[in-house]
């Protein structure tokens, strides 16, 4: 017990690693195991990790959530506002300096760990003031919110 009552947390040993990483990024998917890399996985796909878009049968394939490892260099910036949107979101920093707007407010996430949190209904945009690197999280995964890439438009 500690010392006002509560019960100590239990932590328990990490278990130790006996795959390689290397070795196990060679066969990625094992049934419903993926073992992968944010930085590698992410440059395949502008990011995404886990969503919608991943195939049918994938275990990162998901109707509920998306998961993007964001690698942004200085002055990168969404191309347009997101409108209209439709789930909530919490983009949190990994490094660097990124700055999130949303109406009315600018939003500056300067050190690591430092995040932001909006709900449906929000519209957004964001861009990176330093090299950043941001992990992002939504929910529900839904369609319709890619900006048509350069080679696209």
Do not use: C
């Amino acid at each position: 017990m500690t010392g006002d009552g509560r019960p100590r947390p239990v932590v328990l040993p990490s278990p130790p690693v006996t795959d390689d990483l290397a070795e196990s990024l060679t066969e990625n998917s094992v049934g419903n195991v993926y073992v992968g890399r944010a930085d590698v996985d992410a440059a395949s796909d502008r990011g995404w990790l886990l969503g919608h878009f991943k195939p049918l049968g994938d275990v990162r394939h998901s109707e509920d959530v998306e998961i993007k490892w964001g690698v942004h260099p200085r002055g990168d910036e969404r191309a347009q506002w997101v409108r209209g949107e439709h789930r909530t979101a919490l983009l949190i920093l990994i490094s660097g300096r990124f700055r999130v707007e949303v109406p009315g407010r600018s939003v500056l996430l300067a050190e690591q760990g430092d995040y932001v949190v909006w709900g449906y209904g929000v519209d957004h945009s964001w861009r990176a003031e330093e090299d950043s690197v941001v992990l992002t999280v939504r929910w529900p995964s839904v369609a319709g919110y890619a900006v048509p890439s350069a080679a696209e438009s």
